[in-house]
C-alpha cells in the first residue's frame, strides 16, 4: 500500500481546495438567494439585507468617519468589505467541511439564517423574506458538499486498525484527490453561481415597476408654472457648473442600499397624529391637483465647505401647506415627522411646511417625473432645510407631532434636530491647486442661504482686502446664486483664494464648523500656483 499518498490529515491541495469550495458555495448562496429575491422580493435579497442590518448597526461615528472619508462610495466600500468578511469565513467553512461536513453545513445555516432574519427585520420587505435565504442555504449545503466529496478520499490507515482495540472504529485518512473531479464540480457551481447573478440582475431590472411606472407617467402641466428664468443666471467665468443642475448630475444621498421600487398605483400618502382630520392620497390624487412648479437648490447637512452636495432643480409638486390646511394640525403641535417607504424618517419644523414658502410633495424634477433614486413616485422638497430634516424621498406617511416627543432618523444618530441650511459660498473657477497663467485670472463659484436670499459676495487674494464679485442674477431666493470676479494682477507664486458670502443678515460666519451635527461652515479657501 502507497503510505506517501495515505495521510491522517488532509493533504494541503486538499485543504485548499475545500476553502475555494467554501467560497464557491457561499458565491451560490448569495446568488441564488438574490436570483430568488428578484423573484419573490428584491429587498431580501440575502446579501442586501445582511448589508443593511450590518448599516444600522454601524455606530455614529463609525459611519460618519465613512462618509467622510469615501463619500459617496461609502455603500460600495461596505459591500466590498462585507464580501470579503463572508469570503473569507466561507473559505474556512470549506476546509471545515472536508472534516466535520455536518458542522460545515451547520454554519451554511446559521450564516443564512443571519441574512434571512436581516432580511425579515428590514422595512418594506413581505411575509416571505425569509425564502431567498433558505433556498441560498440550501444550494449552497448541496454543492459545498457535493465539492468536498471529491477531496474527501477516505482510506484506511494502514496501521489503524492494528492500534485500535477492537470497540474503537477504525481510524481513516486521505488518498490524494483526483483533482479533475474536483474542477468538475467546482466549475458547475462556479457556473450555477454566475448564472444565477446574471438572471437575478436581469430579472431585477425588468421586474422594476417603479422604473416602467415612470417611464409611462403622464405629467400634468403646473397650475402656476415658475417664472422663466432671467437670463443672467449663469456665471460670467467659464467653467462655473450650470445653473440648473441635470437629473444624472444631481447628488444623491440617502440610507438605501437598493433604491426603493415603489409601485405608483399602490402608493398611498397618510397624514395623520395631531390633526383634526386624517387623509390619505394615492398619486392620482396628487396629479389631479392644481400643481406649482418652483425652483429650490437642496443641500446636504454632510456637505463639506467647498463641497458638490448640492444641486438646484426645477420642482413640480403639490403645496404640503395645501394638505395640512386640511388636516388641520392641532395647535400643540410644532413637528412633521416625514418617513418613507424604508423607514428614514426626516423631522421638519412645522410652519416651514405651512407658511407661503413652496414646500411641496414633489413629483418631477427638471421636467421629468422624479427619478428612481431620487424619490419616485414623491418626494419632499422644502426650501431653506437640510435635506435629513425636509427631503424625504419615496414618502408615504407624514405624522404631525412634537419635537419632544418623537425624533428622527439622523437625529437619533446625533445629528441636529433641525436643520436650517447655513449660508455658504464656493470657489468653482479655478480649482484648488490649479495653475494659472499670470496675468488676469477669471474667478468664479456659487454662493447659497435658501429662502433667505445671496446679497453679495467677497472674494480675498492672500491677506488682501476683500473685493466684491459679480453676482449673476438671482431666479428666487430658494435657489443658489452664481458669481464671477477678475483677478486682475495674479503674479507668479503660490497664492490663497477666499470667499464669503452675505445674505440679508450679514456676512457667512467665518467660524470652522464641521459638518456634525448641524452643517459645515468657514470660508472656502484654495492654494494656486500662478505660472
Ligand atoms: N427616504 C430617504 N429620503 C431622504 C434621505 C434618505 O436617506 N432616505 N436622505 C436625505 C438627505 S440626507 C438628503 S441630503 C436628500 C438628498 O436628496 P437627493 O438624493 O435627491 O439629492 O435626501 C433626503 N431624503
Ligand atoms: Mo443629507
New binding site residues.
Partial sequence: MGVTTISPTAPATARRSAGVAGVLAAALTLTVGHLVAAIVDPDASPFIALGGAVVDATPAWLKDFAASTFGTADKTVLFVCMAAVVLGLAYGVGRLALTRPTAAAVCVVVLAGICGVAAMGRAGTGMLAWLPSLVGAGAGVIALRAMVETLRTPAALPDADEDSTGAAPAQHGYATPDRREFMRSATIVGVVAAASAIAGAIIGAARSTAQMARDLLDLPAPATPAPPLPEGVQSATAGVGPFVTPNED???????LIV?DVDPATWTLRVHGLVENEIELNLDDILARDLVETRVT?????NPVGGD?V?NALWLGLPIREVLAEAVPTADADMVLSR???G?T?STPIEALTDDRDAIFAVAMNGEPLPV???FPV?MVVPGL???V??????VDLEVTRFADASA??TERGWSERGPIKTASRIEVPRASAHVPAGEVAVGGTAWAQHRGITKVEVQVDDGPWEEATLADEATVDTWRQWSWTWGDAEPGQHTLRCRASDPDGVQTATVAPVVPDGASGWHTIYVYVD
Fill in positions: 444631481f447628488y444623491r444621498i440617502d440610507t438605501a426603493p437642496l443641500t446636504c447637512v454632510s452636495l444641486g418613507s417607504v424604508d428614514f426626516a433614486e431620487h424619490g418626494r437640510y435635506g435629513y425636509s427631503a424625504t424621498k419615496w414618502v432618523y439622523w
